[in-house]
DNA sequence: TATGGCACGGTAATTATATGA
DNA sequence: ATCATATAATTACCGTGCCAT
């Protein structure tokens, strides 16, 4: 169900100069023309008569990086240096950085994930040892509290038969966890570190 | 050699009749028609290409996503199979799924960075409580102490002069946070998932 | 041990849009 | 409002490594 129609309007693509695609023009067969050379290593340059140059030199891709590290962005003027310069079409300079960028971009997220993901465990180990304390500190709370139920019990009993103070306990000691405080801009601990529109705080 | 650069007008070398490809609906109004490319240029370099018909039919696409739906792998079978089906080079299929794959894997990873920083969030929000919430029962656990002080100090006066018990305090509650418990495999909350040899605990 | 197939990472080029000067 | 650049998505190719024959 399917290419009856199967756009046989263009063919022959872009061509350009000399290359025509050796392969697909014509259906069937295949390129298994293609490909076949490993094994010898090496000079990766058979006769194959057009086999453009897939891969910028060594020279090239190092004069492209340093521009990049000093600016990711492309004005004209670089642009035409650069590929004159080169030896490159000027396209082919705009095409690396675009590609440059996208891979810049792509890295980056990567690294800030890594980041993220340390800090994460991090806090969680934080949050862990916190969730703790605060178990140790309500129950040393409560040993307090009966500590001191303990102690105004004797007070009241040894001190005046007829005592007025202390009621029967604390107002309400180890109450639980509504300590208010759900704002979460607060001091945090230190770094920040933005990713698209978004701020991380460490 | 022919770079008379004065034109800069002439991107997309492509040249070549770019039929148009209205299947994909977009009211958009492209206004766009390029044209012409120039480039004689027979001095050094190239262009390389020799691609052929970019763009794979609405059809094909359909049948390559469902395909990689129900498994990301392919297997020579399958891939000659939809090869016949959709009318490619099976060449053709098959760097397609790479493709895709590669794709799957970004967005993947984007997703879980969304994932993740999501948790961290709530996190860093419930690790600051928690440590308001520490701040807070430290000063409980003060008064406390100063509440027991007091009293104690009141059994001792009150209760016989020549009293034995209670040294002067407890025994150094509020000690600092140092409740040991650093193993980070802890309970945690529940929630996990992987990525990349890597166990994010939520 | 050699060979063919495929996955994967990296890279070049193309197409389609959106946006700024 | 045209032209150049930017980004996103695609298509394709190469080189390497793994694996199965």
Request: net charge neutral; aromatic share 8%.
């Given at each position: 169900?399917?290419h009856e129609f199967?756009d046989?309007?263009?063919?022959?693509?872009v061509g350009i100069?000399?290359?025509?695609?050796?392969?697909?023009?014509?259906?069937?067969?295949?390129?298994k023309t293609?490909?076949?050379?490993r094994?010898?290593k090496g000079?990766?340059?058979?006769?194959?008569v057009?086999?453009?140059?897939?891969?910028?030199?060594?020279e090239?891709?190092?004069?492209?990086?340093?521009s990049?590290?000093?600016?990711?962005?492309?004005?004209?003027e670089?642009?035409?240096?650069?590929?004159a310069?080169?030896g490159l079409?000027?396209?082919?300079?705009?095409?690396w950085?675009?590609?440059?960028?996208?891979?810049w971009?792509?890295k980056?997220?990567?690294e800030?994930?890594?980041?993220?993901?340390?800090?994460?465990?991090?806090t969680?180990?934080?949050?862990c040892?916190?969730?703790?304390?605060?178990?140790?500190?309500?129950e040393?709370?409560?040993?307090?509290?009966?500590?001191i139920?303990?102690?105004?019990e004797?007070?009241?009993?040894?001190d005046?038969?007829?005592?007025s103070?202390?009621?029967?306990?604390?107002?309400?000691?180890?109450?639980?966890?509504?300590?208010?405080?759900e704002?979460?801009?607060?001091?945090?601990?230190?770094?920040a570190?933005?990713?698209?529109d978004?701020?991380?705080?460490m």
């Amino acid at each position: 169900m399917s290419h009856e129609f199967s756009d046989m309007s263009e063919y022959y693509p872009v061509g350009i100069i000399t290359q025509f695609a050796p392969d697909q023009g014509m259906v069937a067969e295949k390129a298994k023309t293609r490909r076949r050379r490993r094994k010898g290593k090496g000079g990766d340059n058979d006769g194959d008569v057009m086999m453009r140059k897939r891969k910028l030199s060594e020279e090239q891709l190092s004069m492209l990086e340093l521009s990049f590290g000093s600016e990711h962005k492309l004005e004209t003027e670089r642009k035409e240096k650069l590929a004159a310069e080169l030896g490159l079409d000027p396209r082919q300079v705009a095409v690396w950085f675009q590609n440059r960028r996208a891979r810049w971009k792509t890295k980056k997220l990567e690294e800030e994930f890594s980041k993220l993901r340390s800090h994460h465990d991090s806090t969680l180990v934080e949050k862990c040892r916190l969730q703790t304390e605060v178990l140790r500190m309500k129950e040393l709370l409560s040993e307090a509290e009966t500590e001191i139920g303990r102690l105004r019990e004797r007070v009241r009993s040894s001190d005046s038969p007829a005592g007025s103070s202390g009621q029967s306990m604390e107002q309400g000691f180890v109450g639980g966890g509504e300590f208010g405080m759900e704002g979460l801009e607060s001091v945090f601990c230190g770094h920040a570190f933005q990713w698209e529109d978004h701020v991380y705080y460490m």
